[in-house]
C-alpha cells in the first residue's frame, strides 16, 4: 500500500503563486510516475502534470509555462509549483502515484485525499 499527503492549497489571487506538496510513503517499488490531477464539481478529473522518476516531466496545456512539476527522489515527494494562476485554476487538486503491475490493466493507481486551491479574480 502506499499513502499520499498532499499539502499546500489554500486561497490565492489571480496571477499570484502557490505551491503544493505530495509525501508518499510505503513501497515506492515499480513507481511508473507521480503526477496531480483536478477536479471541479461536476467534471471529471484532469490531468495537470506527470512526473517520471527519472524527471520526464507532461503537462496539461492549459498549465504549460505557468505551472512547473518536480520532485524529491530520495523523500518521495512530488511539488507542483503554480505560477500566474488564473481562475479557472480553482478546484480539489489530488495526488497520484501510478505503478506497473503483473495484473490487468497492468497499473496500480494510488490518490491523496486532495487538496482545495482557490483562485480569487
Known amino acids: 500500500q502506499v499513502q499520499l499527503v498532499e499539502s499546500g492549497g489554500g486561497l490565492v489571487q489571480a496571477g499570484g503563486s502557490l505551491s503544493l506538496s505530495c509525501a508518499a510513503s510505503?513501497?515506492?517499488?515499480?513507481?511508473?510516475?507521480m503526477g496531480w490531477y483536478r477536479q471541479v464539481p461536476g467534471k471529471r478529473r484532469e490531468l495537470v502534470a506527470t512526473?517520471?522518476?527519472?524527471?520526464?516531466?507532461n503537462y496539461a496545456d492549459s498549465v504549460k509555462g505557468r505551472f512547473t512539476i518536480s520532485q524529491d527522489n530520495a523523500k518521495n515527494t512530488v511539488y507542483l509549483h503554480m505560477n500566474r494562476v488564473e481562475p479557472i485554476d480553482t478546484a480539489v487538486y489530488y495526488c497520484?502515484?501510478?505503478?506497473?503491475?503483473?495484473?490487468?490493466?497492468?497499473?496500480?493507481?494510488?490518490w491523496g485525499q486532495g487538496t482545495q486551491v482557490a483562485v480569487s479574480s
Open positions: 497520484n502515484a501510478e505503478f506497473y503491475s503483473d495484473l490487468e490493466p497492468g497499473r496500480v493507481w494510488y
Open positions: 510505503g513501497s515506492m517499488f515499480r513507481l511508473y510516475a
Open positions: 512526473i517520471t522518476p527519472g524527471g520526464s516531466a
